[in-house]
């Protein structure tokens, strides 16, 4: 016990191990994903096959990590009550941000992050919570806010942890790409790119992911 007010006592300690339980919580918490099954893995790459989801969108500009941050926060909003039922909606993981400006050059399905944005102009996505259907789901006050359908599809997938930066994500979607290639696998596509953790989360802990949808 006296060692643990010591520590307590040092304002610097006492924030890292404000963190470290704010982690630890947040793992342990459950936190809603998209419904998928592995039908293959090869750590740290895997096939995943996703049931039909929902997803609330927004398109924003800047870099990569501005764009996110920007999107977060706008949808964030949205599930927190800023609709036309003020409900909260439930959080949900992962948080993707797609690169919208080479979406608009007319590349199927949505996409990338780890190539450079031409327009600096992304889409972020959250994934809304399995019990709402487009009927039922509330619909968002903001404008820029909009509601999808998404079908059921296969990804390919490369998971990493710690922090992420662009640079990062292209080495990881060069990654995964070679290994579809040993796969004959191909994309449908450009890549997403999905983080799952609150901004807390030591990067030990933090887990990242980039997507290929697939071909059937």
């Known amino acids: 016990m006296v060692v643990i007010r010591n520590l307590l006592s040092h304002p610097f300690l006492r924030g890292v191990l404000i963190l470290i339980a704010f982690t630890f919580t947040g793992a342990v ?28 969108e927004v398109q924003v500009e800047g870099d990569l990590d501005g764009a996110s941050s920007q999107g977060f926060r706008l949808i964030a909003a949205y599930i927190f009550g800023q609709n036309q039922v003020s409900e909260k909606i439930a959080m949900t993981a992962p948080v993707t941000v797609v690169d919208q400006s080479v979406k608009n ?43 999808r359908q998404i079908p059921a599809v296969k990804k390919a997938v490369i998971s990493f942890s710690g922090f992420y930066n662009d640079q990062k994500v292209a080495e990881k979607t060069l990654e995964l790409e070679q290994w579809m290639k040993t796969k004959n696998l191909q994309s449908a596509g450009t890549p997403n790119f999905a983080r799952y953790n609150p901004p807390w989360t030591l990067p030990f802990m933090r887990r990242n992911e980039v997507m290929f949808n697939l071909r059937d």
């Open 29 to 56: 918490m459950a936190t809603e994903e998209p419904k998928y099954t592995v039908l293959e893995k090869e750590p740290p790459f895997e096939i995943r096959a996703y049931a039909p989801m929902i997803v609330a």
């Open 105 to 147: 050059a007319k590349i199927a399905m949505t996409a990338p992050v780890g190539i450079e944005s031409n327009a600096g102009k992304w889409v972020v996505s959250f994934v809304m919570p399995a019990e709402y259907t487009m009927e039922t789901i509330p619909k968002p006050l903001n404008s820029q806010v909009q509601l």
